[in-house]
Nanobody, 120 residues
């Protein structure tokens, strides 16, 4: 069994900052991509920021320059530093990872989501 557990969401004023964390546990032999997605009611889940196993990163256009994604391979963890937050960043943020177990192939896993609300 594999679990992805997110933390760090909450309520913040416009212009403020938050840091999200995601930790993988269980049968985690190798992790390929790790990403942050977000979703608002009635809309499709969208990619916020992603990392490859080799260290490359990519960002959604709406967050580029404001958000920074980082990864700690030893801790099997993913982080998202969010600065200059805007009300339109309000969403449920999900951690996603491509994980291989000791005896299993790579599969997609999702966290339970953490709410980020940007409001005055």
């Amino acid at each position: 069994q594999v679990q992805l557990v997110e933390s760090g969401g909450g309520l913040v004023q416009p212009g403020g900052s938050l840091r999200l964390s995601c930790a993988a546990s269980g049968d985690v032999f190798s992790i390929n991509a790790m990403d942050w997605y977000r979703q608002t009611p009635g809309k499709q889940r969208e990619l916020v920021a992603g990392t490859s196993r080799g260290g490359s990163t990519n960002y959604g256009d709406s967050v580029n320059g404001r958000f920074t994604v980082s990864r700690d391979h030893a801790k099997k963890s993913l982080y998202l530093q969010m600065n200059s937050l805007k009300p339109e960043d309000t969403a449920v943020y999900y951690c996603h990872a491509e994980i291989r177990g000791v005896a299993t192939m790579y599969s997609d896993y999702w966290g339970q989501g953490t709410q980020v609300t940007v409001s005055s």
